[in-house]
């Protein structure tokens, strides 16, 4: 019984780190001009690592859509609306591309995931 217990605790301890792991963030925006961007710590995402990442998209225009796609992951707000819209993805391996559909030959931008 007390092997039991203790071995219990052990794994409780164990997990602990793992519950209290905080998602990453992504920060995206569209607007208020014909701008669009995704950003991790501040810095434009270029290469992130394969896992779960929390995404928070704020859409100040109403002509534009954010649009995120890639292995596994078909996001977007809507056209017409404005706000923050928040998303968790899990990335994969790949080549991941954000657009605004509207205006997809100028509002584009992609990342990589390891």
Known sequence: MKIALL????????????????????KGT????????LKYDG????????????VVVSDKSSIHDFHLT??????KTSV??????TWTIKLKKGTYK???????SVMKGSFKVT
């Open 30 to 37: 569209v607007g208020p001009g014909f701008t669009i961007s």
């Open 7 to 26: 071995l219990a605790t052990i794994a409780a301890l164990i997990m602990v780190p793992f519950a209290s792991a905080e998602t990453e963030t992504l």
């Open 80 to 85: 017409g609306g404005t706000g923050s819209t």
């Open 70 to 75: 890639g292995p596994g992951v078909n996001k």
């Open 98 to 104: 954000f657009v605004c559909d509207p205006h997809a």
């Open 43 to 54: 810095k434009a995402a270029k290469t992130l690592k394969a896992g779960t990442y929390k």
